[in-house]
């Protein structure tokens, strides 16, 4: 028997990258609750602020520190934990709690590995190691072998026989790997492979693409005893990554024979690895026989684990932890049903549908192409009681806007097109593929994709034919919802209103009823309140007679909108609870803690659309004593502030700030005229809708413009345009992208960013802090390192920006949150302090701000929604006072996985997450920072730099500062020049790429240099050297800088040596003590 | 066009789905399964005679139909109610849709139904009988109802089992041990896993006396499964007591609750039943967890057993009998199923354990080498 730990070292798995996302903040604090839960001490380490995990309500004791062995060494020395759980941080915890046993850091301060043993990370981990032991337990691996070099994955690709799949050891969502059909392909993935490999080591497998790619959720105790949660059958055959698949649960196209074959290899592979805790086991299996190959463990919950939990309704993080604690199966509760125990299988009595978030609307330059690395940013996941059904919401679910199912690419109108490509638009490419008559049979012998899919497919399109030749009856429109059509499709099909339709539906009681998540298909009493909708007969959401709120979340995690908005719909959850009211939190993303079944009072997995919220608000004022439940819209991004104008025109009541306010905020024009009327300065502008008054205002206000659509979030299609030929290229794109919002044009003023997150209540305007940017303004404010406090603004200047805040937040009536960003110009030597934009919501600093100012943001906000004054919650008009610490918030950026994009900053955001480095000076905070953001350069390094000529002035002083710290450099022609000059010793480089060796490319690639300085020589037309520097450094996954501002800040940095950081729980630092 | 069929229950509602199947009426006891998976073997489970079956899952029939997946040589269920049948099944080893499998057996189905308000109603209400018709009105289907006798006074299992013996697979030449199973409703499955462990099967009606099952020298007698209430099965537990102390005994599911009844315990009627392939049972002895597939409507009432007969499984959901446990005799029982591909692979240890009761019984008479470790490679 085990003896249960006292105190337990968590590890998060950091920022949010492509193939780590919230899923772990819903595993890490499900794991600290579990802890409390079972009395013991949980210490949380994590370098992202941006998570509900990372809350002093969650965790025990809270370390927001770099994740490195160095940190993590000095966190376990001060907290003496007895117990490590190193499987809820994904892999970088995984990799995390592997390399701290190999420094002997856990065998020296007595720290038990938890659940899962290292040996058995090693195991799952190692290819060689794995394959060994599943041939000697008797299960089959496709054939291969690991490789640390080209040559030898020559020779093993030969023996084998292409196509054979790459796949690097230790990286995370297939980072580095892919299929190779051709020798070249090898060349080129499998020295990719190597380098992105920590261990340099590629396996080289017999490629088993177009069978079935069917996933198991295993669970397993210390008493042997196993059980499966979930298994998941991919859309996508074997070949793209399942992060990138669609997937759907439970397995479709099994027979119960396979299905229990495939269930008895999943037991025999848990126990073999004595896993104690959750296991995630994929499959490939012959579409035409019995045979199967095992193809990857994660011996770690996983995106997959947290899918299956909200698909399933069983809490896999929650329970593995409790088992890694000593506990059995059999003696944990379901929670869902409150009579069942956690040694049970559930069973669905619905199909789950998940479809990724890919990055390529922002990205349009980026390579949709998809296979073994994954590229998806986030997930949606739809639940109903056809495929149809559930595929249906989860396009909606999206969010793409017109994308809807009924979605073509212009192209493939003009001829034939290829739809058999796995890139992100091939679910689309199939639909018009089937409409235009090609037959299932032909595009599953192209695809692979399983005839039930694709027959499935073909029903959509049936209908759609069907509603667009026969009249509207109530049968046909019951059939169409049935089958998940939105009314905004049907509309479309029909040649109606989504409006009329709605109102149709209405006249004929064609409406949705909600069911139970239960993870018992209805055999048990279940309390959990997880609803979907569908239409059939029986209502089981049941409206309360209550007070309640509905919190609308945020979606899918995408650029820009990322899991800040998260935090800030839980907490709100959490708030309206403590005050008294039935929280109902609808969103659409699995990964999350707010779709977790008890962040809320009530939870509906739904997509965030217009007549998704009308329907539950309907459902919810439809009982005896209900009445209308309030909306809260300020919580979930742009996704649910977008959702403030309907719902009031629908008479439902909102409550924060109105419909009003916001189109006030987020209209350019009422924007700049409330402005002016205050006597406020903004960066003079207007709002556009054609090329002619565009050009117009850009003459009148001279260039350079900042131009960018209203009424999106994260700067999409956000640019900075110099002259009048660019523009007119930019308007004819945006023309295209058909937003139904204009364009906004402002002059582009050049100067030090800054912002605020305050809270008000129509009376007070509290401002928890000022933070202040180190990129100048042109950078996206969420690509931008922020600092808190500020440091480089005068007196005069920040009382400005209250001054200012304070009398926009009573002018506009904000009620609840809202953020704005400022630029503050010296002109003339004198400062001045323009308004760079108002957003009447949650921005993604709250949780930062929240952590580091110590002001709970969320729950002010919700309460003076609900009615209590700031000042009965003890704050008052005004700055809050600045407490005496530095922190530094940084962009990450997930761009080695995505091959094409370019990686440069500007007014278009790129980052995928956000970390955190924290201390009481500025350097330690800002090393911290970069340590954390894994930015830091090494000691001494050398330095590839390219700096445009506009920028060398401002350069060199850097560079000397950067010499002085022991840093020799490699330089383009035109740099190098430059440094010459200076005194400073430099090599030449050349970077037209045709004309010799070596070139940039190969010193960044061969390893020469540590790190890349590449500004941008200006204009929109990407300069296409620079773009491969930059790429190549994205690839070889070194830090490549194209602000000075952010340099200059490392610069800084690097002159104080080898630093000791300090460590400490996240409120010593803001108590000092 | 698609023919509209109802499901009518014994409380008066009426659910309204599209016919599937044959256009024939059933009437029978109304029963959901939670199994996501393996609807052929569940509509061949002979324990299903006399039941109109709910799948929870909606969508059924995706894989369509193979000759690989019976449990018997028919369909045994009355009738099938489901959301979803599926048109377009698609796997290599599929011959037909569910449709017209359910067409070319004469069984009845419907689809399109809120199957999951039906599981609720049971769930909540117990239970109850139905009919199934795409012919009748509402009015002319109650009628029915009434007129059918309820499905706990009857005996499905005369009606299924074997009318005489036979031995399974004798053309694999003889076999080390013998086997007598006796038919109240036995499925391939288990006369194939028996077979494979190295046994020679003989099947053998359920009405065979204890001199007639002794008669043919078994080392062991398995009493199978099979459909409706052991209360009414005197003459099974008549010959059952014929047996104890002879030779070592299996019981399984309602075999199981047979050999209870001839202790002298008793059974009941479960509200809704056991019936899945998701149902965690208890081994008492090592405190091990296994998920089963079960079937069954009764239960063996503990506080009823005597005779030295203990319970050794329970369930973890209602912590009724699974299992149990002769403390001399070489007589054991279990509720769930062992070796149906329509549940896991966990249970297959307790026909080890009986083949070793088998085995040192026999040893006491003879000196054959010991079993040698079958695995069994289902």
């Known amino acids: ?174 980072t580095g790997g892919g299929i190779a059909h051709t020798w070249d392909e090898l060349d080129s993935i499998a020295s990719g492979g190597l380098m992105a490999s ?157 479809i990724p978030r890919w990055p390529f609307d922002k990205f349009a330059s980026g390579d949709r192409l998809l296979g073994t690395q994954m590229k998806a940013t986030g997930e949606v996941m739809a639940i109903d009681r056809t495929f149809e059904a559930a595929f249906g919401k989860a396009i909606r679910s999206l969010e793409f806007g017109k994308k809807t199912l009924l979605w073509e690419d212009p192209r493939w109108k003009e001829g034939p097109f290829d739809y058999s490509e796995a890139t992100d638009l091939r679910l689309w490419a199939l639909m018009a593929a089937l409409r235009r008559g090609i037959t299932p049979d032909t595009i599953h012998s192209k695809t692979k994709i399983d005839l039930w899919f694709l027959n499935k497919m073909l029903n959509l399109v049936n209908m759609e034919k069907r509603l667009l030749s026969q009249t ?111 929280s109902i939190m609808v969103n659409s993303n699995p990964e999350t803690v707010s779709t977790d079944f008890d962040t809320s009072d009530r939870l509906y997995f739904e997509a965030l659309d217009t007549e998704s919220l009308l329907d539950i608000l309907e459902n919810e004022s439809s009982g005896e004593g209900c009445k209308e439940p309030l909306s809260i819209v300020q919580f979930g991004g742009q996704t649910a502030i977008n959702l403030a104008e309907p719902l009031t025109c629908a008479g439902m009541p909102l409550i924060g700030s109105s419909s009003d306010t916001i189109d006030l905020a987020e209209d350019r024009g009422r924007f700049e005229a409330f402005l002016s009327e205050l006597g406020i300065p903004q960066a003079p502008g207007s709002a556009v809708s054609n090329v002619e008054e565009a050009l117009r205002v850009a003459d009148l206000i001279g260039y350079p413009v900042v131009v960018r659509p209203s009424y999106v979030l994260g700067g999409r299609a956000m640019e900075i345009v110099h002259d009048a030929s660019d523009l007119a290229r930019y308007m004819k794109a945006a023309s295209e992208l058909d937003t139904g919002h204009r364009i906004l044009i402002d002059k582009y003023l050049i100067g030090k960013e800054c912002e605020i997150d305050a809270v008000a209540d129509g009376e007070t305007v509290f401002i928890p802090g000022v933070m202040e940017h180190i990129e100048r303004t042109g950078v996206h404010s969420g690509d931008s390192m922020a600092v808190y406090p500020s440091q480089n603004l005068t007196d005069n200047e920040i009382s400005t920006i209250v001054d200012y805040s304070v009398r926009m937040g009573l002018g506009l009536g904000v009620i609840g949150l809202m953020n704005v960003q400022f630029v503050v110009m010296h002109v003339n030597g004198e400062s001045k302090v323009y308004v760079l934009e108002l957003n009447p919501r949650a921005s993604r600093t709250i949780p930062f701000i929240s952590k580091v100012a110590g002001v709970p943001m969320i729950e002010l906000a919700t309460n003076v929604m609900l009615g209590r004054s700031l000042k009965e919650q003890g704050y008052s008009t ?121 070139n940039v490319i190969d010193v960044i690639r061969d390893g020469t240099v540590d790190g890349v300085v590449n500004t941008m020589t200006g204009g929109r037309v990407p300069q296409r050297d620079g773009f491969e520097i930059r790429r190549a450094a994205a690839e070889k996954r070194i830090p490549c800088f194209t602000s000075l501002d952010t340099i200059a800040a490392l610069s800084q940095v690097l002159d104080d040596g080898s630093h000791i950081y300090s460590v400490k729980p996240l409120p010593s630092y803001r108590n000092n003590k | 066009m698609t023919k509209r069929a109802i499901l009518l229950l014994q409380d008066g509602s009426i659910y309204e789905g599209q016919s599937i199947g044959a256009d024939i009426d059933a009437c029978g006891e109304v029963v959901f399964n939670t199994s996501m998976i393996g609807y052929q073997e569940l509509l061949t489970d002979p324990s299903y005679a006399g039941q109109i079956v709910i799948p929870t899952y909606p969508l059924i029939g995706n894989y369509g139909i193979n000759e690989y997946d019976m449990d018997s040589g028919r369909i045994q269920a009355q009738g099938f109610a489901v959301r979803e049948s599926c048109f377009k099944p698609s796997h290599y080893q599929s011959q037909k849709t569910l449709d017209s499998y359910l067409s070319e057996a004469d069984i009845p189905g419907i689809a399109g139904l809120d199957t999951r308000s039906i599981t609720r109603k049971l769930r909540n209400h117990g239970v109850m009988m139905g009919v199934l018709t795409s012919t009748r009105t509402p009015q002319e289907a109650a009628e029915l ?234």
């Open chain 1, 472 to 582: 509207l009856d109530p049968e046909l429109m019951l059939q169409a919802k049935r089958m998940g059509f939105s009314d905004v499709t049907i509309g479309t099909l029909s040649d109606k209103l989504p409006e009329q339709i709605r109102q149709m539906r209405h006249e004929w009681g064609i409406c949705p009823v909600y069911k139970m998540v239960d993870t018992c298909a209805a055999e048990f009493d279940a309390a959990t309140p997880y609803f979907y909708s569908t239409y059939e007969l029986e209502n089981e959401a049941i409206p309360a007679p209550v007070k309640k709120a509905i919190v609308i979340g945020s979606g899918p995690i995408r650029i820009a909108q990322g899991i800040e908005f998260d935090y800030c719909s839980v907490h709100s959850a959490w708030v309206l609870h403590k005050a008294g009211y039935q």
């Open chain 1, 878 to 998: 005004g700055l809050h006072s600045a407490r005496e610490l530095i922190a530094i918030k940084a962009p990450v950026f997930s761009m080695s996985k995505l091959v094409g994009v370019d990686t440069y900053l500007g007014p278009e955001m790129k980052s995928t997450g956000e970390v955190m480095g924290i201390d009481h000076d500025f350097k330690a905070a800002l090393g911290k920072t970069l340590l954390a953001a894994g930015l830091m350069l090494p000691q001494r390094g050398k330095l590839l730099m390219s700096i445009a000529d506009r920028d060398k002035a401002e350069a060199l002083p850097i560079i000397r500062r950067l010499h002085q710290s022991g840093y020799s450099f490699f330089a383009t022609e035109g740099t190098a020049v430059m440094i010459e000059a200076d005194s400073m010793p430099v090599n030449v480089i050349t970077k037209k790429l045709s004309e010799g060796h070596p």
């Open chain 2, 145 to 378: 109802l009434r007129s059918t006798p309820s499905y706990d006074t009857q005996d499905f299992v005369k009606k299924i089992s074997a009318k005489e013996s036979f031995f399974f697979r004798p053309e694999d030449g003889p076999r080390r041990r013998n086997i007598v199973i006796v038919d109240y409703g036995c499925k391939y499955s288990i006369m194939r896993i028996i077979h494979r462990l190295d046994c020679n099967v003989k099947v053998m009606p359920c009405t065979a006396t204890a001199k007639e099952i002794l008669g043919s020298n078994p080392d062991g007698i398995l009493l199978s499964p099979g459909p409706g209430n052991p209360e009414v099965l005197d003459y099974a537990v008549y010959n059952i007591r014929g047996l104890i102390g002879y030779k070592p005994i299996l019981g399984i599911c309602l075999g199981g609750q047979l050999v209870a009844r001839a202790f002298g315990g008793k059974t009941f009627k479960l509200k809704f039943g056991h019936r899945g392939g998701n149902h965690p049972v208890k081994e008492l002895s090592t405190e091990c967890v296994h998920i089963s597939a079960q079937n069954h409507g009764y239960a063996v009432d503990p506080d009823s057993l005597n005779n030295g007969l203990n319970v050794s499984h329970i369930s973890l959901n209602d912590n009724t009998v699974e299992g149990l446990l002769h403390k001399e005799l070489p007589i054991l029982t279990i509720q769930y199923h062992l070796e149906t591909s329509l549940g896991p692979h966990d249970n297959l240890n307790i026909f080890d354990q009986f083949m070793q009761l088998v085995d040192s019984e026999k040893n006491n008479f003879h000196c054959d080498e010991r079993a040698g470790e079958d695995k069994i490679d289902y």
């Open chain 1, 1 to 174: 028997m085990i003896t249960k730990p006292k105190k337990v070292l968590i590890i998060g798995s950091g920022p949010i990258i492509i193939g780590q996302a919230a899923e772990f903040d819903y595993a890490g604090t499900q794991a600290c609750k579990a802890m409390r839960e079972e009395g013991v001490i949980s210490v949380l380490v994590n370098s992202n602020p941006a998570t509900i995990m990372t809350d002093e309500e969650i965790a025990d004791i809270v370390y927001i520190e770099p994740l490195t062995v160095e940190m993590l060494t000095r966190i376990i020395e001060r907290e003496r934990p007895d117990g490590l759980l190193p499987t809820l941080g994904g892999q970088t915890g995984l990799n995390l709690a592997v390399a701290l046993a190999d420094a002997g850091v856990l065998e020296k301060y007595n720290v038990r590995p938890l659940g899962t043993s290292i040996d058995t990370i090693r195991t799952a981990e190692d290819r060689e190691l794995f394959k060994k032991l599943l041939l000697k337990i008797g299960e089959p691996v496709p054939q291969s072998a690991t490789v640390t070099s080209l040559e030898d994955a020559r020779v093993i690709a030969g023996e084998i026989g292409l196509p054979v799949v790459i796949r690097p050891s230790f990286t995370m969502g297939g």
């Open chain 1, 198 to 354: 920590p261990t340099h080591q590629v396996l080289v497998e017999r490629s088993v693409a177009g069978w079935k790619e069917i996933e198991y959720e295993v669970m397993r105790d210390a008493a042997d005893t196993c059980i499966t949660v979930c298994s998941m059958e991919n859309f996508d055959p074997v070949g793209v990554h399942t992060g990138d698949s669609i997937v759907v649960a439970p397995v479709q196209t099994l027979t119960s024979r396979e299905y229990q074959m495939l269930r008895s290899a999943s037991s025999k592979i848990i126990r073999a690895l004595k896993i104690e805790g959750g296991c995630n086991i994929q499959f490939a299996l012959n579409p035409s026989s019995e045979e199967y190959v095992v193809i990857e463990v994660n011996p770690r919950v996983s995106r997959s684990s947290a899918l299956a939990s909200k698909a399933t309704g069983y809490p896999i993080a929650r329970v593995a932890s409790k088992i890694a604690i000593g506990k059995r199966l059999d003696e944990i509760p379901n929670a869902v049903t409150g009579k069942t125990l956690a040694s049970f299988e559930p069973a669905v009595d619905y199909i789950v549908v998940k």
